[in-house]
Every structure is written in structure tokens, then in C-alpha cells.
T-cell receptor, first 118, second 116 residues
Framework: AQKVTQAQTEISVVEKEDVTLDCVYETRDTTYYLFWYKQPPSGELVFLIRRNSFDEQNEISGRYSWNFQKSTSSFNFTITASQVVDSAVYFCALSEKGGQGGSEKLVFGKGMKLTVNP | DTGVSQDPRHKITKRGQNVTFRCDPISEHNRLYWYRQTLGQGPEFLTYFQNEAQLEKSRLLSDRFSAERPKGSFSTLEIQRTEQGDSAMYLC??????????????FGPGTRLTVL
């Protein structure tokens, strides 16, 4: 069965610090997708990135970067020069092909609450 | 560009009452998911629709829960005889057609249910 583990539950940093959010996953499939979502205090889940299992290239988008390592089943997320607006709960998620009826439901980790203090 | 909308945003009810939530997906999206999120946890999958057909249901979806998507557009989730354990945020997500995009799920703001 699929499983996503976010070992850190809460991190507090001071603005401009870099912070890395860890994500480790388990799956038996060779084809799968990994995601990061942000959930600000308003509650809506905001999509940040999707990565498929065949693409281990790291990605950078502005202050965000992602490190995918299949060998360690990890998909870590780094925020560089954090800002107060980055304060939110961040979720890592996994989806597999082959669900019933073509479902590609997401399996989420428990989330990591990031607080960035001014 | 309208996103996924959910109504109501908040619902307070007494134990034993029935409640119904509505989700309006992004208009061209044919896939729709319901998730439940309890405090301090990640969302958990409840059910999946492709167009009007309900194709997957989680074991979390007890017989007190029913979901519909009658014309393949909006969806409703009904909980009968609510229990305090049903208190949670109920999230709806939709995803588009297209081989490369079907698992990009866009979430609505959620309906927060409190059962007293």
C-alpha cells in the first residue's frame, strides 16, 4: 500500500532562513506521481508541484526547489530565504495509476506546519 | 477563471441530523474527488467520480455517507445521522481530461463540519 511520511510536524524559522521539508514515500508501483501542496490558514490546498517517477531531475521555481531521490524514496522541498507569507501547512502526496475506474487518488502525509517569524 | 467552489463553507449541526454539501468543479474537468481532513492530519480519500459515474469508494465511506454527481457537473455529499466523529473539513477536488493532466487535482476551499 502507498504511504507518505512527513517526519517533521512543525518547524519555526526566522525570515530569510532556508528551510527543508522532508518527505519519504512507499509504493510498490514503478509509475507514480509525487506532489507538494500548501495549505495556508484560509484552508484551501494550493498545488505547488507534480513530479513523475521517471523524472528525477531537480526543479527550481523562484525560492522553491525540490529534490527527488528514487534511491531513498524521498521528495524533499526547500524554501530559500523564507518569508512570513510562506507560513502554512505543507503536504506531500503520492498518486498511483491503476485505481478503480482510473482513479488517481492522492495519499497525503500528515503535513508539516511551517511558521516564519519576522 | 473560476476554481472549484464548495457550499457551505461552514456547517454546524446537532448529532443525528442529516447534512448535505455541494461541490462545483472547474467546468471542463470530468474527474471529481471528495476527501476528508481531520485536525492535524492530511486529507483522506473518500470517493471518486468520472463524469456521473461513481467509480471508487473508500472504506472510510460508511453507509451513512452518499455522494452523487447526477449530470457529471456538480456533486453532492450527504451524511445521514451525523456523529461527532464526522466533524472534519470536507474537501472536493477536480481534475481535467488529458493523459498528462488527469492527476493534477485542484481543490476547493472545503466545507468545515462541526457536529455538536
Amino acid at each position: 500500500a502507498q504511504k507518505v511520511t512527513q517526519a517533521q510536524t512543525e518547524i519555526s524559522v526566522v525570515e530569510k532562513e532556508d528551510v527543508t521539508l522532508d518527505c519519504v514515500y512507499e509504493t510498490r508501483d514503478t509509475t507514480y506521481y509525487l506532489f507538494w501542496y500548501k495549505q495556508p490558514p484560509s484552508g484551501e490546498l494550493v498545488f505547488l508541484i507534480r513530479r513523475n517517477s521517471f523524472d528525477e531531475q531537480n526543479e527550481i521555481s523562484g525560492r522553491y526547489s525540490w529534490n527527488f531521490q528514487k534511491s531513498t524514496s524521498s521528495f524533499n522541498f526547500t524554501i530559500t530565504a523564507s518569508q512570513v507569507v510562506d507560513s502554512a501547512v505543507y503536504f506531500c502526496a503520492l498518486s498511483e495509476k491503476g485505481g478503480q475506474g482510473g482513479s488517481e487518488k492522492l495519499v497525503f502525509g500528515k503535513g508539516m506546519k511551517l511558521t516564519v517569524n519576522p | 477563471d473560476t476554481g472549484v467552489s464548495q457550499d457551505p463553507r461552514h456547517k454546524i449541526t446537532k448529532r443525528g441530523q442529516n447534512v448535505t454539501f455541494r461541490c462545483d468543479p472547474i467546468s471542463e474537468h470530468n474527474r471529481l474527488y471528495w476527501y476528508r481532513q481531520t485536525l492535524g492530519q492530511g486529507p483522506e480519500f473518500l470517493t471518486y467520480f468520472q463524469n456521473e459515474a461513481q467509480l471508487e469508494k473508500s472504506r472510510l465511506l460508511s453507509d451513512r455517507f452518499s455522494a452523487e454527481r447526477p449530470k457529471g457537473s456538480f456533486s453532492t455529499l450527504e451524511i445521514q445521522r451525523t456523529e461527532q466523529g464526522d466533524s472534519a473539513m470536507y474537501l472536493c477536488a477536480s481534475s481535467p481530461r488529458g493523459r498528462g493532466r488527469r492527476n493534477e487535482q485542484f481543490f476547493g476551499p472545503g466545507t468545515r463540519l462541526t457536529v455538536l
